[in-house]
């Protein structure tokens, strides 16, 4: 069989192109590799190579023509032992060649214009019971969060903790104080100051099979590694069509702590929730920083879990128990009420607190929820809620454009838009860089006051 | 070869190569020649059924073609045990090829069909197997060099004497996170062999525009990384290189750069006219230098093979790339559910 050779498409959005030059002849003898015409794209002249070997036994496609469709018929190469003067025979002589020779892969134009079925939903299990009579042990979050590394470094070899200062030193915010005593310098890992590169690292052995779990020092700098957390660990299990994911987990703090102005001093949550790929979790007490932090590292997924530094030293009630995880996923509700719902999530929840208290005063019975989890988003909790309250009310201390509240609102507004009374009030840190200056800085972040005016003006007193 | 590591000691020498030289090209067995010739050829004939494809239509978006770098993987592979790891960028399907990954698999993938390697999710620049240990088929120029060392440091964490191969070409010998990587391999001794594989075009940039030092075998030395330089288009000096780096690797010594000094006969990418270098060069590389050929004159000067022998070694080969080409472009299309699998499990 003589082989066609075809109007090559050389770059991802050519459709046609000039033939402007045969640099082979008719019976010239051609091998796999020689340059054999130069095309015109719409980009640049590019050379076309015979991909087979035989003789050119005919030019369909004369030099000079344009507009030659991709995929048209533009010579014929007889192989060995066939006869170059009757391959050409009866080709080129029918015009529409082109469109018969069209490639597969049309079924996409017709799918692409009809509505793409949803994501299929999972199921979330709900918080495990706690027994009664369980101690409760007044923990902060940083002992919690340490606690947390400790139990599932004993429970499995393959976890390992590294980041700057995260042995010798102790943490720099003293999280892993102790690890490096227990676990040894080869489970507890101080890297150099590099984040690009131990993000990098970090991903490439959670890809080999082990647990990291990478400490930022905060994630301020974690910016510096945001493609790798990104392109390779929360990308690559669906690029691998499920065959390699990334058990990884990065933490640390996040957010504004104090005085450290703009380039210290910003939430992530709203940034991270938007990678399909990632968990992120951002806890607000001690018991769900444990909980989650366990159930983090126990992910096959990356997770980022976001931290704070003004909480770690806050103490909660931590459920004494021997193995206590919590479901990533699921939202807590802090306190039931009735008359509006204010949702928050990480520090975001001491404004809603402060505020709730308050606002009983005043006779308006609050109901507040903790997100816990940003990625993926319990808005059946929130919904739920809304349905009872008809108000809501988001707190958090990120940017406002496309906030985590933005999208709460966003998706409230689609599912239960006829349950609500009032329009959702979304409250975020102001539009404008971390100032250094004390009075400025109150300024910038949310406050409890905010949140009894939202409050009050969806509620109409 | 092997043990020229152990005869090498740390004869700190200011060439940055720390008391290594280059081994001599390894001296090849007759199967090692015939292995070497179908390897290489099977990458090129793949690569060139890839680039007819392309240009069918049937594979879209970018397409990085390894034509010309063949004896670089070949070489390399000659010198694993079972359980080293390979990774690399973009320009992958000569890596995945030479870890055995399946032709029909890989092919099946550039077309986008539910029979690729990632179920057709990944493309071109993505294609993993855990099974044999390739770890990818990265899109960033650069990322796959944190996570090559990532791949050593579950390596030395697990102490199973297996050795990463992290591949990079001469632009990724620039980025920042290159280095950061060297001075963790160098500073924990991972397992990792850095090779560089030097095509001299990053795109269409020459590695003279783009490099303050040219010379990458040095540019471990600000981390007591030692390097060679290594005739990247003989897969005998290859084998060496390989032989001699993975040695060094699994004896503890921790990282070593090769500078794989090779070519790549068509553009960056299909779209890429390479204006920016002359067809001379090109033509160049081609009759002098070419891997394949050089394997092919070796073996017919030996009498090793006859010139019949080895038309049915291509015709062999062909039949493969077809079977593979055939597959690829009829494999039907990813079912429209998967859009929503493997994105978390």
């Known amino acids: 069989m003589p082989i066609e050779i075809l109007m090559p498409a050389l770059s991802p959005t050519m459709e046609e192109g000039n033939l402007s030059k045969w640099l082979k002849n008719e019976g010239d003898k051609v091998v796999a590799g020689d340059v054999i015409a130069e095309i015109e794209t719409d980009k640049a002249t590019m050379e076309v190579e015979a991909v087979d070997e035989g003789t050119l036994a005919k030019i369909v496609v004369p030099a000079g023509t344009e507009g030659v469709k991709v995929n048209a018929v533009i010579a014929v190469l007889a192989v060995d032992g066939e006869d170059v003067d009757k391959a050409g025979e009866g080709i080129g002589e029918e015009p529409p060649k082109a469109e018969t020779a069209a490639p597969a892969p049309a079924a996409a134009k017709s799918e692409a214009s009809a509505p793409v079925a949803a994501a299929p939903r999972t199921e979330i299990a709900a918080d495990p019971d706690i027994p009664a009579g369980t101690e409760m042990v007044s923990t902060t979050v940083r002992e919690a969060l340490r606690d947390a590394m400790a139990e599932e470094m004993r429970r499995d070899g393959d976890v390992f ?47 080999a099979g082990l647990k990291p779990i990478v400490e930022f020092m905060t994630f301020n700098f974690a910016m510096q590694a945001i493609d790798q957390i990104i392109n390779s660990a929360a990308k690559t299990l669906y690029m691998s069509g499920g065959q390699m994911g990334a058990p990884i987990v990065f933490r640390g703090p996040n957010g504004a702590a104090a005085r450290v102005a703009a380039q210290h001093s910003q939430c992530y949550a709203a940034w991270y929730s938007h990678i399909p790929g990632l968990k992120v979790v951002m806890p607000y007490t001690a018991a769900d920083a444990k909980g989650l932090l366990k159930a983090a590292i126990r992910d096959p997924n990356p997770v980022i879990f976001l931290e704070n530094e003004i909480l770690y030293g806050h103490s909660f009630d931590v459920p004494k128990l021997d193995d206590f995880v919590l479901p990533i996923g699921k939202a807590r509700i802090h306190k039931t009420g009735k008359d509006v719902t ?19 005063g005043m006779g308006i019975d609050a109901e507040i929820i903790d997100l816990r989890t940003i990625r993926p988003l319990d808005l059946d909790t929130v919904i739920a809620s809304v349905k009872k309250t008809n108000r809501l009310i988001v707190v958090e201390e990120g940017y406002p454009q496309s906030s985590v509240g933005d999208h709460i609102a966003n998706q409230v507004s689609q599912r239960a838009f006829d349950f609500l009374d009032a329009p959702v009030i979304t409250i975020a840190g102001k539009d404008v860089p971390m100032p250094y200056a004390a009075n400025l800085e109150k300024l910038a972040l949310p406050n409890v006051g905010e949140v009894i005016e939202a409050v009050k003006a969806v509620t109409y007193r | 070869m092997a043990t020229a590591a152990r005869k090498a000691p740390a004869k700190s020498k200011s060439d940055g190569k720390m008391g290594l030289s280059a081994p001599k090209p390894a001296e090849f067995t007759k199967d090692e020649e015939l292995a070497a010739y179908r390897h290489m050829l099977l990458i090129r004939r793949f690569e060139e059924k890839a680039g007819q494809l392309y240009g069918m239509g049937f594979i879209g978006g970018f397409c990085h073609l390894y034509i010309g770098q063949e004896a670089v993987v070949t070489g390399m592979k000659m010198a694993l045990i079972q359980g080293d790891q390979m990774i690399t960028a973009y320009r992958d399907h000569g890596h995945m090829l030479a870890m055995e990954l399946s032709p029909r698999g890989v092919m099946a993938e550039l077309t986008g069909r539910r029979g690729g390697l990632s179920r057709g999710k990944g493309g071109s620049m993505h294609m993993f197997s855990k099974e044999k240990h390739f770890y990818g088929g990265h899109g960033i120029v650069g990322a796959q060099v944190s996570l090559g060392t990532g791949l050593a440091f579950a390596n030395r964490y697990r102490d199973n004497n297996n050795v990463s191969l992290t591949y ?11 280095y950061e990587s060297f001075n963790m391999a160098s500073l924990w001794k991972l397992p990792v062999i850095y090779i560089i594989e030097n095509n001299r075009y990053a795109m269409g940039t020459s590695v003279s525009r783009s490099s303050a030092e040219t010379d990458f075998s040095h540019r471990g030395a600000s981390f007591k990384i030692p390097g060679l330089q290594v005739d990247g288009m003989d897969v005998r000096a290859v084998k060496a290189a390989g032989d001699l780096a993975t040695e060094w690797c699994r004896a503890g010594n ?76 009829n494999d039907a299309e990813p079912d429209p559910s998967e859009l929503w699998t493997d994105i978390v499990l």
């Open chain 1, 161 to 207: 903790v590294m980041g700057e200062e995260v042995a010798e030193y102790q943490g720099a915010y003293k999280i892993t104080q102790g690890l490096l005593q227990e676990f040894g310098p080869r489970r507890v890992v101080d890297t150099p100051i590099t984040e690009h590169g131990f993000a990098g690292v970090g991903v490439g052995a959670a890809m």
């Open chain 1, 342 to 360: 204010i949702v928050s999530f990480g520090i975001g929840m001491t404004y809603a607190i402060k505020a709730e208290a308050e606002l009983r």
């Open chain 2, 168 to 178: 990079f070409g001469d632009g990724a010998a620039n980025q920042g996170q290159v």
């Open chain 2, 254 to 329: 921790g990282p070593l750069i090769l500078e794989m000094q090779t070519y790549r006969y068509r553009g960056h990418s299909m779209s890429d006219p390479a204006k920016y270098r002359s067809k001379e060069e090109v033509q160049k590389m081609r009759s002098e230098h070419d891997p394949i050929e050089q394997v092919k004159a070796r073996l017919i000067e030996k009498k090793w093979a006859t010139e019949d022998e080895l038309k049915t070694v291509d015709k062999e080969v062909r039949d493969i790339v077809a079977d593979a080409a055939e597959f690829a472009q």
